[in-house]
């Protein structure tokens, strides 16, 4: 057994981020359309410092990358200003992206069955 008691600031750390977390997915469970909103809101923050980032690196990079650099840079910041500016329209287009990713799958998987049989027979 582990004989060394762990510090007590360190046990305090746990037990406050597991209080934290229990809150956290308590409010999650109970509002999951606000959770949504708030998890495209917070990513297209990120975004945002994304698109800057971008942007600086093509402002310091070689001249042969720097017009691209600097366009998707651009092109990040309008989007991530576009998804702050609409979350709830963003969260739909998430949504609908998702729901045609899965049925072009269903597709693929419905046409490549009878031909996988095909192909091993």
Same mark, same amino acid.
């Given at each position: 057994?582990?004989?060394?008691? !762990? &510090?007590?600031?360190?046990?305090?750390?746990?037990?406050?981020? +597991?209080?934290?977390?229990?809150?956290?997915?308590?409010? $999650?469970?109970?509002?999951?359309?606000? #959770?949504?909103? !708030?998890?495209?809101?917070?990513?297209?923050?990120?975004?945002?410092?994304? +698109?800057?980032?971008?942007?600086?690196? +093509?402002?310091? /990079?070689p001249?042969?990358?720097?017009? /691209?650099?600097?366009?998707? +840079?651009?092109?990040?910041?309008?989007?991530?200003?576009? $998804?702050? !500016?609409? &979350?709830?329209? $963003?969260?739909? #287009?998430?949504?609908?992206?998702?729901g045609?990713?899965?049925?072009?799958?269903?597709?693929?998987?419905?046409?490549?069955?009878?031909?996988?049989?095909?192909?091993?027979?």
């Amino acid at each position: 057994m582990y004989s060394q008691k !762990s &510090p007590g600031w360190l046990r305090a750390a746990q037990i406050g981020l +597991g209080v934290l977390t229990i809150a956290l997915s308590i409010f $999650a469970l109970s509002f999951p359309g606000v #959770t949504y909103i !708030s998890v495209v809101w917070v990513l297209a923050i990120i975004l945002f410092f994304v +698109g800057i980032e971008q942007i600086i690196v +093509g402002i310091f /990079s070689p001249r042969k990358f720097r017009c /691209s650099s600097i366009g998707l +840079g651009v092109l990040v910041l309008i989007f991530a200003a576009i $998804a702050m !500016s609409y &979350p709830v329209a $963003a969260a739909i #287009t998430i949504i609908i992206f998702i729901g045609i990713a899965f049925l072009i799958n269903g597709i693929a998987r419905i046409i490549e069955g009878p031909l996988l049989e095909i192909y091993l027979s």
